[in-house]
């Protein structure tokens, strides 16, 4: 038994469905490498927030990839981010640990598996 003992071991290909937490925006993780691709149809947080350090990237993002729908954006293709937390924080529009914002549809959190 060691620290990484509830870890939940998967091949190095495998591909992980995610939710993000108090949002509807699903993605994929490819356990490979960890990026996380965030799904077309995803529903993205509109609300900004003042504190938020990438709002020029995120807008740029937001200008190719979404269309406003119902008082929220919409993405209109997958979009692929480097880190599980670069994917949360476009989606949230805040800085958030994506280790412990998505979660899988067991509701198990990223962190297990990493």
């Given at each position: 038994m060691?620290?990484?003992a509830n870890?939940?071991?998967?091949?190095?290909?495998?591909?992980i469905n995610?939710t993000?937490?108090?949002?509807?925006?699903?993605?994929?993780?490819?356990k490979a490498d960890?990026?996380?691709?965030v799904?077309?149809?995803?529903?993205?947080?509109?609300e900004?927030?003042?504190?938020?350090?990438n709002?020029d990237?995120?807008?740029k993002l937001?200008?190719?990839?979404t269309?406003?729908?119902n008082?929220a954006?919409?993405?209109k293709?997958d979009?692929?981010?480097?880190?599980?937390?670069?994917?949360?924080?476009f989606c949230?529009?805040?800085?958030v640990?994506?280790k412990?914002?998505w979660?899988?549809?067991?509701?198990r959190?990223?962190?297990?598996y990493l």
């Amino acid at each position: 038994m060691g620290i990484f003992a509830n870890k939940i071991r998967l091949p190095r290909l495998a591909f992980i469905n995610l939710t993000l937490r108090r949002l509807n925006a699903k993605a994929v993780l490819d356990k490979a490498d960890n990026p996380v691709t965030v799904l077309k149809e995803s529903i993205i947080i509109k609300e900004t927030t003042p504190s938020f350090k990438n709002k020029d990237k995120r807008s740029k993002l937001l200008k190719i990839h979404t269309e406003e729908r119902n008082d929220a954006f919409v993405l209109k293709t997958d979009v692929r981010f480097n880190t599980p937390s670069g994917a949360a924080d476009f989606c949230l529009e805040r800085a958030v640990n994506g280790k412990t914002e998505w979660h899988d549809k067991d509701k198990r959190l990223l962190s297990v598996y990493l």
